[in-house]
Every structure is written in C-alpha cells, then in structure tokens.
C-alpha cells in the first residue's frame, strides 16, 4: 500500500477515532436523562438498553455507533503500529474489543448468556490490547507513548479490579464507564498522533 493510501486510512481512522467518544458517551449520557430512574450505584448501564422507548434506542445506538467508529480507528491504528509484531497482535485485540462494543448493542441485556459475554469481552480485551501495544511502543523506543498506554491499560483494568476485590458499588455502572473513559482518553490521543503521521506523510 502506498504513502498516499496509508496517510488517508491514518486520517479517516483518526477523525473516527476523534468521534468515538464523542458520539457514544453523548447517546448514553442522553439515554441517562431519559431515564430518570438510573442509579450509578445500583445499575449497569446495560440496564439502560432495555427500557422502552427512547431509552433503549440511545443507549444501544450509541454502542452500536461507537463500535462501529472503534473498528475504523482500529484500521488506521494498524497501519501506525504494522511496523511492530506485537503492534499487531494488540491493535487485533482491540479490534475484538470494538466488534465485542457493537455487539452489545446488538444483543441487549435480555439475551442471556449473549449479552454477557460480549460484555466481559469488551472490558477484558480493551486494557489487554493496550498492555500489548504498549509493549510495542517500548519495543519501537517510543518510551513515552509506551508508559502513558500502559498507564491508560492499567486506569482502564482498576475499576474492575477493585470492584471484585471490595465491592465498592453494588452494580458495575462505575466500573464500565471509568473504564470506557480511559479507552476513550487513550483513543483520542492516538487519533491526534495518527492525524500528525498522515499530514507528515502526504507533504513528503
């Protein structure tokens, strides 16, 4: 594949990886405000994608739509991590990780065991993938982006880790939306790395 093909996969990559966030968490938080009944103590926020109505469209729209936008980013971060063995195998789990996000959305809290599953898949493969990518930003010398990565990984893996250790909530809503927030501060920062290396590209 040509410079030219690559800096243009780096750029549509990075602008979704820009949008990831935005759109998923703003369908959410809005599915929050149509449901006045949600508690961030009491419920997961699947809960949310089986409530009748508006409720459930936004919730389950935005996974499906962030799902989507994760799996575009995750074509662009191949090509920005392709030079590295492990770049690979990581950007391959967070690809996981992103069809796991739509398949939420795909299969609502209702549909057992289906929906736990993909469930427990997401938030295990997302701080995994960037263990592993962090392991090949180190290899590559890019120490920095190595040690934040690894940072993020380990932000995005805590919530769940203390959850089961103390049981700090009685249901996983603060966990799942902490750790999403790590992923998606993550995200955004390669999206603006990804976006640099295209427009270096194209003027070479």
Not at 19 to 39: D, G, H, K
Not at 100 to 117: K, M, N, Q, S, T
Request: charged share 10%; net charge neutral; hydrophobic share 60%.
């Amino acid at each position: 594949m040509s410079k030219i093909d690559d800096a243009l996969r780096l750029k549509i990559s990075g602008l979704c990886g820009f949008l990831t966030p935005l759109v998923a968490f703003a369908l959410i938080f809005l599915a929050i405000a149509s449901y006045p009944e949600f508690s961030w103590g009491d419920n997961a926020l699947s809960d949310l994608g089986i409530v009748e109505g508006v409720t459930a469209v936004l919730f389950n729209s935005g996974l499906l739509v962030g799902g989507f936008l994760c799996f575009v980013f995750a074509t662009g971060l191949f090509v920005f991590l392709k030079v590295h063995f492990f770049g690979k195998i990581g950007v391959f789990i967070f690809v996981l990780a992103s069809l796991a996000l739509f398949a939420i959305g795909v299969f609502p809290e209702d549909v057992r065991p289906v929906h736990y599953i993909v469930s427990v898949m997401f938030f295990v493969f997302l701080p995994f993938s960037m263990m592993v990518i962090a392991g090949a930003f180190w290899l590559m010398r890019k120490m920095r982006m190595a040690v934040f990565t690894l940072v993020v990984a380990l932000a995005a893996a805590a919530p769940w880790v203390l959850y089961f250790a103390f049981h700090y909530v009685s249901n996983v809503a603060v966990p799942e939306i902490v750790s999403a927030f790590a992923g998606s501060v993550w995200a955004v920062v390669l999206s603006g790395k990804m976006l640099k290396q295209a427009s270096r590209s194209e003027a070479s």
